[in-house]
């Protein structure tokens, strides 16, 4: 089946030429003569690729761009724009909407050629390993979630159950320690359920770059105080505050959200936690420089081996032995982290030793 290629071009002629040499080379090829039409038939048809100009009456191809940018079927198509303008804020402008190429005006049939080709082969790329990794999640996804998901629902499901039943002749303690039970399995399953969709949040903002940016603008305006906060907070819960050690020096807003900031050292302080035993040292240490936020955490617990650091992904547990006392885990933290890293421009370093302990270091762009 020929790839279908939609092309918004405002002058009559050069849109018809490029249709051409397009159909000439076996394509499919729509046109629309302005960014209205060009939007709707783009819905319509579902193009493999957009070819469209930047100057244009009524939409220009940059609000095109934008608003097929924010329709589902349309939020990933390869999309090059054709301009006479290339200065570099032009270029950055249409990047940081989501444009994957630029041919400048005028163009010769092999620069046409060479372009649609490119990013049609990207495309195929990107949908082959989307699909391999789909297929390796669905392979991974349905255990470790049933699995998890079975010990809070039977706990919630029998302790409950037993108190509808056994009430009249149980003592209001009784009573009262059963619902304890209930609603600590209760809040499990809600981190269960909260974890898994953040994950799928992560993975449909990865291609909303517009709302990234709006994110990134926003920032973090006190980046110091909800990394402390949040390391205290989860040390507490985990009984295990006097083993937290921190040292936060920060006076500067980072590029991401305070929630995914807090997303992240939760997941990193919770991992070095629980995987570490009581009575050692789990240290937070933050700073910054001219241009990035660096945070460190180091634990003395279980480590990984190099084979378990680069084999991290979704729904993928470690150690399932060590943490049997604290219930089983998804395996979604470090996935959620580096996720959240990718997006907001971050990166993130692990060393990790078997038996001596885990070092994980990640920085954030600052404003």
Known sequence: MSKKILVIEDTAEVRENIAEILESEGFEVFKAENGEIGISMAEKVQPDLILCDIMMPGKDGYEVLEDLRKKVLTSTTP??????????????????????????KPFTIDELITSVNTRLKKAEEFRKRSEEKLQELTRNLGMPVASVINEPLRAIIGFSQMVMTEYPNMEK????????????????LNKIVRKTMLFYELEALAFKNHEVE??????????????????QQLALNMKRNEDLFTVIDIQTKARISCEHLKTIVEELVENALLY???????????????????????????GMTNKQIASIGAFTQFNKD????????????????????????????MNSTPGIGTTVKVSIPIS
């Open 79 to 104: 999309f090059i724009f054709l301009t006479a303008k290339n200065t570099r804020e032009d270029l950055r402008r249409g990047m940081a909407l989501g444009a994957d190429d630029y041919i400048s």
């Open 173 to 188: 303690p009784e009573i009262a320690e059963l619902m304890s039970l209930v609603y600590k399995a209760g809040l499990k």
């Open 214 to 231: 709006e994110l990134k603008r926003s920032g973090c305006e006190n980046p110091a105080e909800i990394i402390t906060r949040s390391a």
């Open 276 to 302: 570490s035993p009581r009575r050692s040292f789990v240290k937070v240490i933050a700073g910054a420089d001219h241009h990035r936020l660096h945070i460190t955490i180091n634990d003395e617990g279980i």
């Open 322 to 349: 060590f943490t049997q006392q604290e219930g089983q885990g998804l395996g979604l933290g470090l996935t959620l982290v580096k996720n959240i890293l990718q997006i907001f421009g971050g990166e993130f370093q």
